[in-house]
């Protein structure tokens, strides 16, 4: 590795135009190798890179891309920090408000977030800071140098707290109580923590290890994580509460929604969180060395146009398909992915189908998914969430052979707490009600946060709600107060 | 503090069929009847799901009745006493609904006797009067009749070859004894093919019946929806709407073809593992009993 960290020589005199330039690319796999693979797709920036890519920050006066980010790390230092080729402190600044900078580097939705509000983009005229990766590359750093720190704790408070649910906002509640001194008990239904960034999010979009090495951060900072309990099954939240002084409920949207369209039953369609729980939990891909096997389809569709469609599309690539179709009612407008994951689909060669859906699938005699009869869209006037809605084109319909399909419509709550403790009040559609900026609930000492409350959203969103949520949490521990609930979290 | 899942005895019942005591405390607390577990034994190992037969509160520990079938349940049986298994995580799925009734019919088949055991305890703590209709190929494959002695009021044995009880299927001793007294809920638990065949006895009768059906699972906890079931049409989730539903409304053959959808594969890591640990050829016949 380059002496990159010694500050000499940083240009800080004259102005740097390199904000005219466009951003900074990631070396990368080469799309037809990295089919092949289930490696992760960008290298990453090297220091060089990085301090290109950091030197076209302006360092702007009122730095809205702070606003843009959930967490609001401060941006401009820690980028001016990279470009002085600081990188340690750089991960210091990104730690004080992110206690998970590998990962969000790499799944944040940026172009929504932080560099959709960059004063460079905001111009139009040029392109925004590439913050997402500069974060990512900072990170990296430091794990590279084998020594991650982990926060310094408090002295013990002797309070407890229990975490239900080890996905983003379990794990940084927890950080973030164990920080104060509080004693932290994680429990988690799978066998393994990390909810979804371990079982949905492909190895080739975040590697294994980086959440593993979060994990094993927790643990070092005297965090107790319990694997295999589901809370409301194993144990109810009200012998939770006699045991814990508080309850964080972090339970995801873990709930699949299907189509309902005849057919859909068939073997060979799998929800998105099956197929991916197979091969990236379960290491399918590694069968018959692993034992869970999964269908390796030749021909396959994937319906729906977000992160998990992609994803899901992705692996059936890296699994053996020779073609993979990805079915989505709108345009490529309206999809919500993120667009690097658009792109790099692309390249990988999925075939989008726009402006389709199935209306049913075909088996044959063994019950198995040979084909689906789909119908062709147009956009009509704009919906509720302000995209325009697809109205079916009478008449046109055309049927596709397939021998697998995915199903990536969406996630509902998971309702499993609910369900077995009803004083927890839900919206409409199963969603836990929190209050907004506290993510305290209708149960006294229960709070709750990331998708169970917000419904299938993001990273970020999530480990926000955990920040938000430890220090609600602290608060209440010191003074036990509970008052009615103020304005609440919506969707 | 006592070792997690430490597995504490192991015995043979029939062949293929053994039986495991495990310390699982929180399981053994709030388990009830009807409820499963999902176990997973290596590192690179499947999850599967497991009823949980009995279990003990007091000593913390319940009992898994287990028939080999395929690679994670023959690889169970090589699991050594005192050392902990890797992943034990339940009590998972709905609660059999118990109350007092007059009168409840069990019918179980082959491995479907484990199950069935602690729903006629239950009902038959709440006062009701319980009988058993048990069934196995022959004499040496009949497991828990002991059990379900002490768990029922009555049971009524039957074997296909006539080896020991009375010569016949379940669904024969069910004829008979539902003409005799009509039972205000049958539980039928099974290879698929006989629950569906009760069912086929019980419906002209317009009895109440309740089978336990076991697709494949994966996570056991409604996120995957691998182990979804048509029943009245309308697709349910076994691992938390069930595993019990009604008889009658379950869509029987897509089940079946469903839980078959992975033979080729399974076959395949089964003699993989039987050639790893060198058991005889003769012992690769997959799926022992599972069918019959
Ligand atoms: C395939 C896929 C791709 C995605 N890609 C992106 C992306 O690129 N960028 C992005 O920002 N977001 C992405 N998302 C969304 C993002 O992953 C989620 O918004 C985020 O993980 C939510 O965090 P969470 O902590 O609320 O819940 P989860 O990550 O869902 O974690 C919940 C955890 O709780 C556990 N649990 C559930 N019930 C119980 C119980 N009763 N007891 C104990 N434990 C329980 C679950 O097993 C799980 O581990 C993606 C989602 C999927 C599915
Ligand atoms: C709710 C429920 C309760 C069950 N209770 C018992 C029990 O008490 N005793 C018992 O012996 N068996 C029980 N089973 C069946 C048991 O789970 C399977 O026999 C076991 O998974 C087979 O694994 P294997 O690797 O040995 O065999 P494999 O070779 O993998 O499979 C053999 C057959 O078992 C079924 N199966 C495979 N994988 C799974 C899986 N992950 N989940 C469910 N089924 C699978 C399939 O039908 C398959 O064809 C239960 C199943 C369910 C769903
Ligand atoms: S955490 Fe996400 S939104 Fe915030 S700066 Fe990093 S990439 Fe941008
Ligand atoms: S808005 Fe963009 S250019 Fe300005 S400080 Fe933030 S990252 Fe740098
Ligand atoms: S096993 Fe995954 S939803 Fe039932």
Redesign the interface.
């Known amino acids: 590795m380059s002496d990159a960290a010694t500050p000499e020589g940083t240009p800080k005199k004259k102005k740097s135009t390199l904000f005219k330039e466009p951003r900074s690319a990631m070396p990368e796999q080469d799309p037809q190798e990295r089919i092949k693979n289930f490696r992760e797709v960008p290298f990453g920036y090297t220091p060089e890179l990085a301090r290109r890519e950091a030197e076209r920050c302006i360092q702007c006066k009122k730095p809205h891309c702070i606003d843009g980010c959930p967490v609001a790390i401060d941006i401009p230092r820690f980028i001016r920090q990279i470009h002085e080729g600081d990188f340690d402190a750089a991960v210091k600044t990104i730690k004080e408000t992110n206690v998970l900078p590998a990962i969000c580097g790499r799944v944040c939705p940026q172009e929504e977030q932080c560099e959709k509000v960059c004063n460079l983009a905001d111009s139009k005229k040029y392109q925004p800071v590439a913050i997402g990766r500069l974060e990512r590359f900072a990170a990296d750093w430091e794990a590279a140098r084998g020594k991650i720190e982990p926060p310094t704790c408090a002295a013990p408070t002797g309070k407890k707290v229990a975490v239900v649910g080890a996905g983003p906002a379990g794990l940084t509640v927890a950080v973030d109580l164990a920080r104060r001194g509080h004693k932290v008990v994680v429990m988690e239904a799978l066998h393994k923590a990390g909810g979804v960034l371990v079982y949905g999010i492909p190895e080739f979009r975040l590697p294994k290890v980086i959440v593993g090495r979060e994990v094993d951060t927790l643990a070092k900072m005297g965090v107790e994580l319990r694997t295999n309990v589901v809370v409301g099954k194993s144990i109810p939240v009200d012998d939770l509460l006699q045991e814990y002084d508080a309850v964080f409920i972090g339970t995801g949207a873990g709930l699949p929604y299907f189509m309902g369209i005849p057919g859909e039953n068939l073997n060979g369609i799998y929800s998105a969180n099956e197929y991916l729980t197979r091969v990236n939990l379960m290491r399918a891909y590694n069968f018959p060395t692993d034992d869970t096997p999964v269908c390796r389809g030749r021909k396959v569709a994937v319906v729906g146009g977000g992160n998990v469609a992609m994803d899901s599309a992705r692996t059936a690539l890296r699994m053996g398909a020779d073609e993979v179709h990805l079915l989505y009612r709108r345009t490529r407008t309206e999809m919500p992915a993120r667009i690097e994951e658009v792109h790099h689909a692309e390249e990988e060669g999925v075939r989008f189908q726009f402006l389709t859906a199935p209306l049913k699938y075909v088996g044959d005699k063994e019950n198995r998914v040979c084909g689906a009869h789909c119908q062709r869209f147009e956009l009509g006037e704009p919906d509720a969430s302000g995209r325009r809605r697809p109205v079916p084109i009478k008449g046109d319909e055309f049927d596709i052979e397939l021998d697998m399909a995915v199903c990536a419509i969406g996630n509902g709550p998971n309702p499993l707490v609910p369900n077995a403790q009803p004083d927890i009040k839900t919206r409409r559609g199963g969603n836990i009600v929190a209050e907004k900026g506290t993510c305290r609930t209708s149960k006294k000492g229960v709070f709750a946060g990331g998708d169970i409350v917000l419904g299938a959203a993001t990273v970020i969103l999530a480990m926000g709600a955990g920040r938000n949520a430890a220090q609600a949490i602290d608060d209440y521990l010191k003074t036990g107060e509970w008052p009615e609930l103020g304005e609440l979290e919506v969707k | 503090m006592p070792m997690m899942n430490e597995l504490l005895e192991k015995e043979t019942l029939a062949p293929k069929v053994t039986r495991y005591v495990v310390r699982a405390p929180?399981?053994a607390r709030?388990r009830q009847a009807g409820q499963f577990v999902i176990v997973?034994i290596?590192e690179?190992?499947?999850?599967i799901p497991l009823t949980i037969a009995d279990a003990d509160r007091e000593q913390g520990t319940v009992t898994l009745v287990v028939q080999e079938v395929g690679?994670?349940t023959a690889a169970m049986t090589r699991l050594e006493v005192g050392k902990p298994i890797?992943?034990?995580?339940?009590?998972?799925g709905a609660p059999t609904h118990i109350e007092k009734l007059d009168y409840v019919l069990g019918v179980g088949g082959g491995i479907g006797i484990a199950p069935l055991h602690p729903i006629c305890q239950a009902f038959r703590a709440a006062g009701t009067h319980v009988e058993a209709i048990l069934g196995a190929r022959n004499k040496d494959l009949l497991i828990l009749e002991d059990w379900m002695r002490r768990a029922c009021d009555q049971v009524h044995v039957c074997t296909d070859d006539g080896s020991y009880g009375e010569k016949g299927f379940v669904t024969h001793v069910l004829e008979r004894l539902i003409g005799e007294r009509k039972p205000d809920l049958v539980v039928a638990i099974g290879p698929l093919i006989m629950m569906k065949m009760v069912a086929k006895v019980t419906q002209p009768h317009g009895l109440k019946t309740m089978v336990s059906l076991n697709p494949v699972m994966?996570?056991g906890?409604?996120?995957?929806?691998?182990c979804?079931?048509?029943v009245g049409g309308k697709?349910r989730f076994v691992c938390?709407d069930g595993p019990e539903f009604d008889a009658h409304q379950v869509d029987y053959?897509?089940l079946l073809?469903?839980q078959r959808?992975?033979l080729e594969?399974?076959k395949?890591?089964y003699q993989?593992y039987v050639e790893a640990v060198g058991h005889g050829p003769e012992e690769c016949r997959i799926r022992g009993g599972q069918q019959s």
């Open positions: 929180d399981v709030f997973r290596a690179d190992g499947e999850r690679k994670t890797l992943d034990v995580v339940g009590p998972l994966v996570d906890t409604g996120m995957c929806g691998g979804r079931v048509s697709t938390v053959d897509e073809s469903r959808f992975y594969q399974e395949q890591a993989r």
